[in-house]
């Protein structure tokens, strides 16, 4: 069998940043833009802990269904299986640097948030109790830093 686009990449040098990992067309033709939200540095660095990736992706989620600019663009958001980040699939063919500012805002959203995790209950989520808030935060908080501090090489896979 022939490896997917993303098995090709090489994870040994991938920085955090905000990276296409591909982008589809629909048999109608729409474009769909799927971004690779990496938060860590695979194999090098401690994966986000799942219970923090979780209550993430219930926050980021709603965030963007709820972004004035953004919610009807937005096909999904969600963890990646080794917990190195997330996958962000918007409609329309985009670049990382003009998703950066929602992902920037999404990520304050969750560094900030008090209160309730939004759909954190038995009749809403099938793992309801498996979140962790304070983690999440300091996961959004700790990837805001690496924005910070990004340059042209944080936004392309690495060759």
Not at 68 to 77: F, G, L, P
Not at 97 to 114: C, D, K, N, W
Request: charged share 25%; glycine share 6%; proline share 6%.
């Amino acid at each position: 069998m022939e490896k997917i686009a993303s098995f090709t990449i090489n994870h040994e040098i991938l920085e955090p940043g905000i990276y296409v990992s591909r982008r589809d067309t629909t048999p109608s033709g729409d474009t769909i833009t799927t971004f690779d939200i990496r938060m860590t540095r695979p194999n090098r660095q401690a994966a986000l802990e799942p219970k923090a990736l979780h209550a993430m992706e219930h926050l980021v989620a709603t965030y963007l269904r709820n972004s004035a600019e953004w919610k009807d663009r937005i096909v999904y958001w969600g963890p990646m299986g080794c917990c190195t980040g997330n996958y962000l699939l918007v409609s329309g063919d985009y670049t990382p640097r003009q998703v950066l500012p929602l992902i920037r805002e999404a990520m304050q959203f969750v560094a900030g948030f008090e209160g309730e995790i939004p759909g954190a209950t038995p009749r809403d989520c099938g793992n309801y109790s498996f979140m962790d808030l304070d983690g999440a935060r300091c996961a959004a908080r700790e990837y805001l830093a690496e924005l910070a501090q990004a340059d042209d090489s944080n936004f392309s896979y690495p060759a």
